[in-house]
């Protein structure tokens, strides 16, 4: 079992960034694939950007090529969403997921493990 925990999510301004942290409980973390979604309210969970269990395999959401960046230190047991130039369509409640040997997908079904989310609030 892989306890997740999301943590960075706030308030800013359009334009502005944030780095998400996921928090994950398995030693054997580098294992895993990490994969972070999102919900905004009244719609489906989404993808946003996947990385490989051995980190050499990054997946991202057409939306936000180019301003979000994956990463992950397994030293720490930890993933990372960082996210510049925020729009207020960025607004949603943003999860961290976990796929045994996972190869950076981008559907929600793979994942085993999920974090219980935070919330992002784009707004001027």
């Known amino acids: 079992q892989v306890h997740l925990v999301e943590s960075g999510g706030g308030l800013v301004q359009p334009g502005g960034s944030l780095r998400l942290s996921c928090a994950a409980s398995?030693?054997?973390?580098?294992?895993?694939?990490v994969g972070w979604f999102r919900q905004a309210p009244g719609n489906e969970r989404v993808f946003v950007a996947a990385m490989s269990w051995r980190g050499s395999t990054t997946n991202y959401e057409d939306s936000v090529k180019g301003r979000f960046t994956i990463s992950r230190d397994n030293a720490k047991n930890m993933a990372y969403l960082q996210m510049n130039s925020l729009k207020p369509e960025d607004t949603a409640v943003y999860y961290c997921?976990?796929?045994?040997?996972?190869?950076?997908?981008?559907?929600?079904?793979?994942?085993?493990?999920w974090g219980q989310g935070t919330q992002v609030t784009v707004s001027s």
């Open positions: 398995e030693r054997a973390f580098s294992n895993y694939a």
């Open positions: 997921a976990a796929e045994l040997f996972g190869f950076a997908s981008i559907q929600l079904s793979p994942y085993d493990y």
